[in-house]
């Protein structure tokens, strides 16, 4: 089946005033939204990842504190969310059958870059049949890459939204994409991921 992953695209890193703000990351905001109503009115699943970062996490060694759960720089863009929604914690194991069947948005905290450090991602995926997935938000150069990188490593078909992903630093972000395409991966558009939406 045809997944969608919607990577971090949080308050902190997307707006000028967020704590890791990357320049521009705004601008993706229509572009995210958009494939995100695309999924819920197509009947694909979406996966969301966030940080759900405790007050003392581990990151806050090498980054400035971002996206504390409960802050207001931990949300979501209110025109990236669907409802219904269901959220799964990075620090407890869910039962999928419990889950709401109707939910058209599935957030996946994390307290880490890679959304694999979340011990449900595994049986997320199985539970979804995730055969084909297709990835965007931010930023290319860290957590989406983790996203990508993870998801191939697991033998699903794996293609990168590029006009829907932004980097933190640019050069980074284009070192990234060719090891992605050298471990498998694909670069495609958003209209050819969600035909009819530009």
């Keep these: 089946m045809k997944v969608f992953f919607d990577i971090d695209t949080q308050l902190d890193f997307i707006v000028p005033a967020g ?6 990351a705004e601008q993706l905001i229509p572009a995210i939204a958009a494939l995100n109503r695309y999924a819920g ?7 969301s990842t966030v940080d759900a970062h405790p007050e003392d996490a581990r990151e806050f060694r090498d980054w400035p504190p971002h996206c504390v759960a409960g802050t207001f720089g931990q949300q979501k863009p209110s025109a990236t969310l669907l409802s219904p929604r269901v959220t799964i914690p990075w620090n407890s194991r869910v039962d999928f059958e419990a889950l709401d069947p109707a939910a058209k948005q599935i957030i996946v905290e994390k307290n880490d870059l890679d959304v694999f450090s979340n011990p449900n ?3 997320l995926l199985d539970k979804l049949d995730a055969g084909e997935c297709y990835v965007y938000g931010l930023f290319i150069d860290y957590c989406v890459k983790c996203a990508l990188m993870g998801l191939l490593r697991s033998g699903r078909r794996v293609f990168l939204i590029q006009d829907a992903a932004a980097s933190i630093a640019k050069q980074a972000g284009e070192t990234a994409i ?3 395409i050298a471990a498998g991966g694909s670069i495609i558009s958003l209209a050819d991921a969600a035909p009819g939406v530009n």
């Design 178 to 180: 060719p090891e992605f």
């Design 41 to 47: 009115g197509h009947g694909i699943p979406l996966i």
């Design 19 to 24: 704590a890791l703000y990357g320049a521009g």
């Design 121 to 123: 991602m595994p049986g």
